[in-house]
């Protein structure tokens, strides 16, 4: 695709988000608000069913894992134990013409190719003498880099000193690590999950809800014997990473591994690959997993004074556990699930756009007509059917415009499936189903409409 089509396929799914209620910039009437955005019906119900597949994939379903649900404003100690205080930084740099703020190491990336992340003098150093320019005003006029702590600060009435927004979520695993093993006795390899919001006090908020600042995370730690082979552990949570991505509807071909190269690793990780995604406007990160060895256990051991061990039942031997991190922005998921699943076709000389959700993940599952909104009898006959379904699935019930215009509003929020109470329903008690995908359409009874969505839902 060329880059003009990519943009225009971002265009597509921001106006689309915006005009059929999924995503809507937030405080629009105020003039709008540091590029946050609110989910609208259809995207609470997507995002609620990609939180519930995950959930499912991965605390629900595997024997050997547990969630929890910890919270926002945790003790300010944990982010000195995780270093976050002293160096979870983003190299600022202000235009002195324009006064417009950005991320230094992206402006020299996107300008050199050159990766800098955390030198300082060396991102000065090339933004001023290779002229780089300002993405707003054109020209090349900047202060010196400088960096600035991501952590939004407030403060608590019962705390004295600054308390923080967490910027992930899974310090608020590691702090209940030692209660998790009081309570639960779980055996190694086990592992915790947990879904949440995060705050990053992002330079610049881009992308639509790509880079936003605040957001929502799942996380997994996963903790293991370290005598067990790491290599194997880590392979297959990345299959399992990857299982979930196709699981949304995404294509192989869109995704690719990035491994961090070992000098860039952190002191503690032995392997760190992202998971990225090829977004309209460049390959990005989506998801990423980690190996953080005992770093984390030990540091909040020496800042709570608390052991964080794993006594061993069958050896009697206690150690710290190792452990592997995947996670994953719930947002980029979002947006990734919206690309995977816009379609542009061509139906008798007419455009259509669908949204080819897989099924777990459609905000609306079954859509439900009377052909006419003004015969009593079709509204209530439809009314019957949606009060039936809705108690299973979730469920819309239409009666504006003609049939074409539904189906066409239903397409574009990906609805798998729409009937229609027409007439002959009345007399034969059976409706039309019509299918988002394939368009084709059958007459089934109505009261044989419950196995029907059975068989097509839990296949
Ligand atoms: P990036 O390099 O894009 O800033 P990161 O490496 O800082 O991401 P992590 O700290 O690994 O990200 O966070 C885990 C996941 O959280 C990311 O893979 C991404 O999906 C999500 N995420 C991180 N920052 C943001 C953000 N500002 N907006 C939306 N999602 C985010």
Same mark, same amino acid.
Not at 213 to 224: D, T, W
């Given at each position: 695709m060329s880059k003009e089509k990519e943009n225009d396929l971002m265009q597509k799914i921001v106006s689309l988000c915006k005009r059929r209620g999924f995503i809507f910039p937030a405080c629009e009437i105020y003039g709008g608000f540091a590029n946050a955005y609110s989910y609208g019906p259809y995207g609470a119900e997507l995002k609620n069913n990609i939180k519930k597949l995950w959930w499912k994939m991965f605390v629900q379903e595997p024997e050997e894992m547990i969630g929890i649900d910890g919270p926002i404003l945790l003790h300010p100690k944990l982010w000195e134990a995780s270093g976050h205080t002293e160096g979870f930084n983003d190299a600022l740099v202000d235009c002195k013409e324009c006064k417009m703020r950005f991320r230094a190491d992206h402006l020299v990336e996107e300008a050199t190719g050159k990766d800098l992340e955390g030198k300082l003098e060396e991102m000065t150093k090339i933004l001023k003498e290779e002229k780089v320019k300002c993405p707003n005003c054109g020209k090349s006029n900047w202060t010196d880099a400088r960096f600035?702590?991501?952590?939004?600060?407030?403060?608590?009435?019962?705390?004295?000193?600054?308390?923080?927004?967490?910027?992930?979520?899974?310090?608020a695993i590691f702090v209940e690590f030692k209660n998790i093993? &009081?309570?639960?006795?779980?055996?190694?390899?086990?592992?915790?999950?947990?879904?949440?919001?995060?705050f990053r006090n992002e330079i610049v908020a881009r992308n639509f809800i790509f880079r936003i600042?605040?957001?929502?995370?799942?996380?997994?730690?996963?903790?293991?014997n370290p005598q067990e082979k790491w290599e194997p552990i880590f392979m297959d949570w990345l299959e399992r990473q990857e299982k979930f991505f196709y699981a949304l509807g995404l294509k192989k071909e869109d995704i690719r591994l990035f491994e961090h190269p070992k000098e860039k690793l952190s002191h503690y990780s032995r392997k760190t690959v992202d998971i990225e995604y090829n977004f309209p406007f460049g390959w990005g990160e989506l998801s990423g997993l980690a190996h953080r060895g005992d770093f984390d256990l030990t540091q909040h051991s020496k800042f709570s004074n608390t052991k964080l061990e794993y006594l061993d039942p069958v050896s009697g031997e206690k150690f710290v556990p190792h452990v592997i991190e995947p996670t994953f922005g719930l947002d980029r998921t979002i947006l990734v699930a919206l690309l995977a699943a816009y379609h542009e076709e061509k139906v008798e000389g007419e455009e259509r756009v669908v949204m080819k959700f897989p099924l777990?993940?459609?905000?609306?599952?079954?859509?439900?007509?009377?052909?006419?909104?003004?015969?009593?009898?079709?509204?209530?006959?439809?009314? =019957?059917? %949606?009060?039936?379904?809705?108690?299973? %699935?979730?469920? =819309?019930?239409? &009666?504006n415009g003609n049939i074409g215009k539904r189906y066409r509003r239903q397409d574009e929020i990906g609805t798998p499936f729409c009937i229609t109470v027409d007439f002959d329903s009345l007399e034969n008690n059976d409706v039309t189903i019509r299918d988002r995908d394939t368009m084709k359409q059958e007459r089934i009874k109505i009261d044989e409409l419950k196995e029907y969505f059975e068989g097509r839902f839990n296949k």
């Open positions: 600035v702590n991501m952590m939004f600060h407030t403060e608590m009435n019962s705390y004295e000193g600054t308390v923080y927004l967490r910027p992930e979520t899974a310090g093993i &009081d309570a639960m006795h779980p055996k190694l390899p086990f592992g915790i999950g947990q879904i949440g919001k995060a600042r605040e957001f929502e995370q799942m996380e997994i730690e996963y903790f293991f777990a993940i459609a905000p609306i599952k079954i859509a439900i007509f009377p052909l006419l909104k003004n015969k009593p009898q079709l509204v209530d006959k439809a009314k =019957e059917i %949606y009060n039936l379904l809705k108690q299973q %699935y979730t469920c =819309e019930f239409d &009666d």
